[in-house]
T-cell receptor, first 113, second 111 residues
Framework: DADVTQTPRNRITKTGKRIMLECSQT?????MYWYRQDPGLGLRLIYY???????NKGEISDGYSVSRQAQAKFSLSLESAIPNQTALYFC????????????FGPGTRLTVL | EDKVVQSPLSLVVHEGDTVTLNCSYE??????LLWYKQEKKAPTFLFML????IEKKSGRLSSILDKKELFSILNITATQTGDSAVYLC???????????FGKGTKLTVNP
């Protein structure tokens, strides 16, 4: 079984809809991250969480919110999706003392029409 | 503004060629530089570099960091079609403890 899983893997939605992307991990890591990847732009950090009660904004948090329901679960929400949020979204995890080494989930491809 | 710049953005070579990928950075509170390989989907960790001048090797891949000139290179010798991927460079930033990624280099190795 994969250590970091994301659901759904693919999603097509319409402008204005609320959508939630979910991430679960069995690695026992405290730290979790949400990134988006656009063609030619690399990975950009949306939100990150060092533990259940510690959530921080990344460089592109506008239009997104997150919830850390448990150590193993970190959800990303788009309250009102817009077309420029079409992207590949990755969840990642790390241990506090090896925070540089992040383990990525398989990604969710989101299309907003 | 913190930034990581990779070059070239894309590269096409033939099997057996040697390639060098470049990564320069301007990031406050530098702690380490990392290379990731991204094939179909999720990036996978290759190397972490913290000290200048010490080469890290894994098979045909090697990497070195120059902290004075603020850059790193990733070398791949005797390339194979399985090396085709996007190679991402990232800098781990102290304080915030975040990774700052470059845009990646897309490597295509043709048979």
């Amino acid at each position: 079984d994969a250590d970091v899983t994301q659901t759904p893997r693919n999603r097509i939605t319409k402008t204005g809809k609320r959508i939630m992307l979910e991430c679960s991990q069995t690695k026992g890591h405290d730290r979790m991250y949400w990134y988006r990847q656009d063609p030619g732009l690399g990975l950009r950090l949306i939100y990150y969480s060092f533990d259940v009660k510690d959530i921080n904004k990344g460089e592109i948090s506008d239009g997104y919110s997150v919830s850390r329901q448990a150590q193993a679960k970190f959800s990303l929400s788009l309250e009102s999706a817009i077309p420029n949020q079409t992207a590949l979204y990755f969840c990642a995890t790390s241990e506090p003392d090896r925070a540089h080494e992040q383990f990525f989930g398989p990604g969710t491809r989101l299309t907003v029409l | 503004e913190d930034k990581v710049v990779q070059s070239p953005l894309s590269l096409v070579v033939h099997e057996g060629d040697t390639v060098t990928l470049n990564c320069s950075y301007e990031v406050t509170n530098f702690r380490s530089l990392l290379w990731y390989k991204q094939e179909k989907k999720a990036p996978t960790f290759l190397f972490m570099l913290t000290s200048s001048g010490i080469e890290k090797k894994s098979g045909r891949l090697s990497s070195i960091l120059d902290k004075k000139e603020l850059f790193s290179i990733l070398n791949i010798t005797a390339t194979q079609t399985g090396d085709s991927a996007v190679y991402l460079c990232a800098v781990f930033q102290g304080g915030s403890e975040k990774l700052v990624f470059g845009k990646g280099t897309k490597l295509t190795v043709n048979p």
